[in-house]
């Protein structure tokens, strides 16, 4: 059973920044793709960001120019970088991982990100 746990989101004022990491139980060499998503209220859930095992990076088109997608492999730990927020940024963000095989996803719990204008 895969567990993905996100931590790092809170309140915060427009123009701020936040750091959310999402932490695997297993290596995440073990995934073809760890990304974060977002939903925010009566919204569509929407990508933000994926990285592939290679490295590669795809961003959502909100997501281009603020927002930064990295990893740590030693701590099985994706994290995304977001500064100069937004209220319209407000959200549940989600992480979520594609098993190798891309026949299985998981999501995490999600962590909250406010902004205040």
């Known amino acids: 059973q895969v567990q993905l746990v996100e931590s790092g989101g809170g309140l915060v004022q427009a123009g701020g920044s936040l750091r959310l990491s999402c932490a695997a139980s297993?290596?995440?060499?073990?995934?073809?793709?760890m990304g974060w998503y977002r939903q925010a209220p009566g919204k569509q859930r929407e990508l933000v960001a994926v990285?592939?095992?290679?490295?590669?990076?795809n961003y959502g088109d909100s997501a281009k120019g603020r927002f930064t997608i990295s990893r740590d492999n030693a701590k099985n730990t994706v994290y995304l970088q977001i500064n100069s927020l937004r209220p319209e940024d407000t959200a549940n963000y989600y992480c979520?991982?594609?098993?190798?095989?891309?026949?299985?996803?998981?999501w995490g719990q999600g962590t909250q990100v406010t902004v205040s204008s």
């Open positions: 990285i592939t095992t290679d490295g590669s990076i």
């Open positions: 979520k991982s594609v098993n190798r095989w891309n026949t299985a996803s998981y």
């Open positions: 297993r290596s995440i060499f073990s995934f073809s793709t």
